[in-house]
């Protein structure tokens, strides 16, 4: 046995370490794939998982083109033939100032949206509770699990002429007589508000969770009371949040059509209700996709100019970027 280790070791040059036994080898090299064939699973890894959303983003794609297309036909004829009159026919006052109130609306249902959302959003990001946080966040779904009919209905109830609110203002002595909420702008930005709400708190909290609190403990040190270190602090560490909520409330909102059409009718001719009205009764395809065409078109061109002035106000300011 030793004479055989010997002549062993005799064999192995000096300074280098015996290596394995051949099965060994044969073995290892089996475990590990080929490099090309790992590689190349690693590249096609992330795209397999994209996948889902990819043909999800080529349904909406071929939708979006197939509306696009229908904006250029004639009603009973809209893939054979091509006309810009559908086009022509959306100069009419009426269609503009429908396009003007829906922008409006949504600009200001984002606005209040905004700054309501800003303590809720705070609240559940500093709670250390996590039953508070959970009850927080319950709160805020409970408008996206519930049905728009059914928030619309509520409204009714509520905002009604013998409606819980008027009742509270009457019992409370600061009307004489009851608010016509309904069918008026300010009921329909009631109902906007309420049920994009959610789509402003959820970025702005995980933004706002994201700030490390060692900075609002660094501006408390340096004098700063809660509103300036939530305004010069917390805001702008936060604003990637803050403006992808924002424009998320503008651009659901910019197409609502359940809570104008429950809660403003006719008499708030928001453009998602005129693109309705074109389909239901008058099955007018081309009139309505034209609508829809420059409904998204506006929403885009608003939303970018909004993001980019935000930008450019941040570059002055000299705060981070969103």
């Not at 280098?16 to 080898?25: M, N, T, V, W």
């Not at 559908?86 to 922008?103: H, P, Q, V």
Request: proline share 7%; aromatic share 6%.
């Amino acid at each position: 046995m030793l004479a055989r280790f010997s002549q062993r070791a005799a064999m192995v040059p000096d300074g280098a370490a015996p290596g394995p036994a051949p099965g060994a080898a044969a073995a290892v090299a089996a475990s590990h794939p080929p490099e090309p064939a790992a590689a190349a699973l690693a590249k096609t890894g992330p795209w397999l998982l994209l996948a889902p959303i990819l043909l999800f983003l080529a349904v909406l794609g071929a939708a979006a083109l197939v509306v696009l297309r229908m904006s250029f036909g004639v009603s009973g004829n809209e893939w054979r033939s091509f006309t810009l009159q559908n086009y022509a026919d959306l100069l009419d006052g009426y269609f503009i100032k429908s396009l003007w109130l829906t922008l409006r609306l949504a600009f200001q249902s984002m606005l209040c949206a905004v700054v309501l959302a800003i303590p809720v959003a705070l609240a559940m990001a500093r709670t250390k509770s996590r039953l508070a946080r959970r009850l927080l966040l319950a709160g805020v779904l409970l408008p996206l699990l519930v049905n728009l009919l059914l928030q619309g209905y509520g409204w009714l109830v509520i905002l009604g002429p013998a409606g819980l609110l008027n009742h509270a203002l009457l019992a409370s002595g600061l009307v004489e007589r009851p608010v016509m909420w309904l069918y008026r702008e300010h009921g329909v930005l009631l109902g906007l508000i309420q049920t994009a709400f959610p789509l402003a708190v959820l970025p702005l909290s995980s933004a706002m969770r994201a700030v490390s609190i060692s900075y609002e403990e660094a501006a408390a040190t340096l004098g700063a009371t809660r509103w300036q270190t939530l305004r010069h602090v917390l805001l702008p560490l936060a604003m990637p949040g803050l403006v992808s909520g924002a424009l998320l409330v503008f651009a659901y909102n910019a197409s609502a059509f359940a809570v104008p059409l429950l809660l403003g009718g006719r008499r708030v001719p928001m453009l998602a209700v005129l693109v309705h009205d074109q389909v239901a009764p008058l099955l007018n395809w081309p009139a309505a996709s034209a609508s829809g065409v420059v409904l998204m078109i506006a929403t885009l061109t608003v939303m970018a100019l909004s993001q980019r002035l935000v930008r450019r106000t941040q570059r002055l300011t000299g705060e981070p970027h969103a």
